[in-house]
C-alpha cells in the first residue's frame, strides 16, 4: 500500500513568505505527526494530531507555525512570516494508534530553504 | 533536563556485531523506547521498540535495563547497506503531567567492507 506521502519534496521561499506544508498519511492511521530535522540533527517534534485534534501542540516554536487536521486524514503545516532560521526538512510521520509508543511511519520529508 | 546521548559516530566491518547505546533519564514510566533508522534524503524507519529487558525481531535487538535510564541496539552482523543513521526515541515526562517525543542526535554508523 502507499506510504506517507508529502507535497511538496522541496519548497524555496524568500524571508517574510507563507508556506503550506502538505501530508498524506497512510490510510486509517488516525494519529499524525510533524517533525522538523535541521541538518544533522535528530527530528524535533513538532505536534501530534489525534483524529481532526491537535492532542500535543507543545513543539510549536511560536505563533507563526500552525498546523490543521480538518478530517482526520491530510494534514497541513502552515508557516506564517517565515524566516532564514526556520530553514530545515520538515518531516510528517503516522502510526495506526494514538500512542506515542505506536510505530511511527515516516514520509520523506519537505526540504523548506527561506533565502 | 530532557536529554538523550548517543554516540556521535561508529565505524564497523561487514560481519560484526554493533551495539549503540542511548542514554535517557527521566523517561515516562508507561511508555517505549523505540529505534529508527534513516538513510540520506528519507524519513526515519521504524527498526525495534521496548519497554524493559530484552527484545528481538528479524533485524535487531533491543536492550533495557531495569532502570530505563538507557538502552541498548543491537545488530548482528552489520552489512554495508546498515550504514546510515540511527535514532533513539523517548517519551520524557514532566511536570504539570505532560509528556514530549524526543529523539536523540543519531549515531552515524558507517559499515566498511
Known amino acids: 500500500g502507499a506510504g506517507v506521502s508529502q507535497t511538496p519534496s522541496n519548497k524555496v521561499t524568500e524571508k517574510g513568505k507563507y508556506v503550506e506544508l502538505r501530508c498524506d498519511p497512510i490510510?486509517?492511521?488516525?494519529?499524525l505527526y510533524w517533525y522538523r530535522q535541521s541538518l544533522g540533527q535528530g527530528p524535533e517534534f513538532l505536534i501530534y494530531?489525534?483524529?481532526?485534534?491537535?492532542?500535543?501542540d507543545s513543539g510549536l516554536p511560536n505563533d507563526r507555525f500552525f498546523a490543521v487536521r480538518p478530517e482526520g486524514s491530510v494534514s497541513t503545516l502552515k508557516i506564517q512570516r517565515t524566516e532564514r532560521g526556520d530553514s530545515a526538512v520538515y518531516l510528517c510521520?503516522?502510526?495506526?494508534?494514538?500512542?506515542?509508543?505506536?510505530?511511527?511511519?515516516f514520509g520523506p520529508g519537505t526540504r523548506l530553504t527561506v533565502l | 533536563l530532557a536529554k538523550t546521548t548517543q554516540p556521535i559516530s561508529m565505524d564497523s566491518y561487514e560481519g560484526q556485531e554493533v551495539n549503540i547505546t542511548c542514554s535517557h533519564n527521566n523517561i515516562a514510566t508507561n511508555d517505549y523506547i523505540t529505534w529508527y533508522q534513516q538513510f540520506p534524503s528519507q524519513g526515519p524507519r521504524f527498526i525495534i521498540q521496548g519497554y524493559k529487558t530484552k527484545v528481538t525481531n528479524e533485524v535487531a535487538s533491543l536492550f533495557i535495563p531495569a532502570d530505563r535510564k538507557s538502552s541498548t541496539l543491537s545488530l548482528p552482523r552489520v552489512s554495508l547497506s546498515d550504514t546510515a543513521v540511527y535514532y533513539c526515541?523517548?517519551?520524557?515526562?514532566?511536570?504539570?503531567?505532560?509528556?514530549?517525543?524526543?529523539f536523540g542526535a543519531g549515531t552515524r554508523l558507517a559499515v566498511h567492507p
Open positions: 494530531f489525534q483524529g481532526t485534534g491537535a492532542a500535543d
Open positions: 490510510s486509517g492511521h488516525t494519529a
Open positions: 526515541l523517548v517519551v520524557f515526562s514532566f511536570s504539570g503531567g505532560y509528556n514530549k517525543l524526543i
Open positions: 510521520a503516522s502510526s495506526l494508534n494514538d500512542r506515542y509508543y505506536n510505530e511511527q511511519f
